[in-house]
């Protein structure tokens, strides 16, 4: 064993951890997680932990579903893995995209099935640009995002999230890449400001910048129905019909990126219900397997389905794919999941829960270190604030998934040695528990971050 390099490489190891400060992890061990059951998880040392974050709003039916598990061990002995591609497929993958048609706000959807979020994403701008192209509009290429936002890690998807820092980092090429402001109502409004003003403002911003950028040149907008990455702020009501209203003028196509709010957040199946959304494209992850799988879905309308097909007609093969497109096992499992959630009621269930997690959210309201407090579905956040108790400047709302608020550093820590987990986005402090959280268990969950605020105040 070479003992030197054990040393040297103590904390993480050799294992790279993303959105962690690596020069500190040359030092300091992980959170190391080995067990999951119900909403809670346990770490190496034995320590029960209940999870407010769903690992990272994935775990919609916990850590035990054994109903998952099953599908998956099926799956694995029946046909462990075939690629889709080539006029190949494999029965499930058929099977997920005919389930999965009806349910999505599109008309006449067609699916496509990968692994993570950000090829859903990053897919879904190379279909805009694929049809733009065989619409003999190749110029056509720019995208619109809000700053603040997440939508992945590759390259076009980072480029897509609206934090500059990380443009910068890893010098993104930011060519076809413009921005809007976030929406965060009522922070964001100037004094006086109506909340049909402020969306005004925001919807008349949206027309500025496709206009400066020249409306032919514009293919997309991408934007999650409520933006958990910088910290959770539901829309201002009328702000995504104004939206639509501008694209729809300016033939631009709306990508609702439902990766962290699909599969029941809200208490629907999908955020675009209860918003009244209607997008071109959605991409779908996370709770689609309740992470027990990696498997996310790019879905398009019948519309931009035809264009792809004459696009191809033109040049031959549609030439795109990814090996593990449509994977057998993620497909099974995400068919489970589909059961699952018809045959537990599971949405039934979470709106059951909703007004309780609301009311706890609500009554930290008054707290001497929360500023401010949103709920919208089974999630919540507050935004933590030292102004109240004479403190370093914190509360900074909307900032972006890079920048991590002192605060909420301290609260994170704080919170990890009372067993909870709550996903910290600057100095946000975002709630988002298991789907299946009894009711006993949310009491649980807001005793354990009261206590853990009252530690770190
Ligand atoms: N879109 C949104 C809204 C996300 O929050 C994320 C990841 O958190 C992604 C896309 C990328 O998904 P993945 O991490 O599975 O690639």
Avoid at 230 to 253: K, N, Q
Avoid at 409 to 420: F, K, Q, S, T, Y
Wanted: overall charge negative; glycine content about 12%; aromatic content about 8%.
């Amino acid at each position: 064993m070479d003992v030197e390099n054990t040393l040297t490489n103590a904390g993480s190891g050799s294992l790279l951890i993303g959105f962690s400060n690596l020069r500190r992890a040359r030092g300091e061990r992980p959170l190391v997680i080995t067990k999951g059951r119900g909403v809670f998880i346990a770490d190496e040392d034995g320590r029960e932990i209940l999870d407010a974050s769903s690992s990272f709003y994935c775990a919609a039916l916990g850590y035990s579903d054994t109903r998952l598990v099953e599908a998956a061990r099926r799956q694995l002995g029946q046909l462990p893995f075939y690629t889709t591609g080539m006029h190949r497929t494999v029965d499930v993958a058929l099977e997920l995209a005919e389930k999965l048609k009806p349910l999505v706000p599109i008309a006449d959807a067609h699916v496509a099935i990968y692994c993570t979020g950000s090829e859903a994403v990053d897919f879904a701008l190379k279909f805009m640009r694929y049809r733009n192209v065989a619409r003999g509009e190749p110029q056509r290429r720019k995208v619109i995002s809000r700053w603040g936002s997440y939508h992945g890690g590759t390259i076009a998807s980072a480029a897509l999230g609206g934090g500059r820092d990380v443009h910068d980092a890893f010098a993104l090429p930011m060519d076809d890449f413009l921005f809007v402001s976030q929406p965060n109502w009522p922070a964001g409004a100037e004094p006086g400001e109506s909340e049909a003003q402020y969306v005004g403002r925001l919807i008349a911003e949206l027309e500025q910048t496709i206009e400066a950028a020249g409306p032919e040149t514009v293919a997309g907008f991408v934007a999650e129905p409520i933006s958990f990455s910088c910290g959770f702020f539901p829309p201002p009501a009328g702000y995504f019909a104004g939206v639509r209203e501008v694209l729809d003028r300016h033939g631009i196509l709306y990508l609702d990126d439902e990766v962290i709010c699909g599969y029941g957040r809200t208490g629907h199946l999908f955020a675009a219900e209860p918003l009244g959304l209607k997008p071109d494209m959605m991409s779908l992850a996370k709770g689609m397997t309740s992470g027990y799988f990696p498997v996310s879905a790019t879905i398009i309308s019948g519309e931009l389905y035809d264009w792809l097909e004459r696009g191809s007609e033109q040049r031959g093969t549609f030439a795109h794919a990814t090996t593990a497109s449509g994977h057998p096992v993620g497909a099974a499992v995400a068919l489970e999941m589909l059961r699952i959630v018809k045959e537990d009621r599971l949405l039934e269930q979470v709106q059951a829960r909703i007004p309780s997690l609301h009311r706890h959210v609500h009554a930290l309201a008054d707290h001497p270190l929360v500023g401010a407090v949103r709920a919208f579905g089974l999630a919540g956040a507050l935004t933590l604030t030292t102004a109240r108790i004479g403190g370093i400047g914190a509360g900074s709302a909307a900032g972006g998934v890079a920048m991590m608020g002192a605060v909420g550093r301290i609260l994170g820590r704080v919170m990890l040695d009372h067993g909870l987990i709550v996903r910290i986005t600057g100095d946000n402090a975002v709630i988002a528990p298991p789907l299946i959280i009894q009711e006993s268990e949310i009491d649980e969950l807001f005793r354990r971050l009261r206590a853990a605020l009252d530690d770190a105040a």
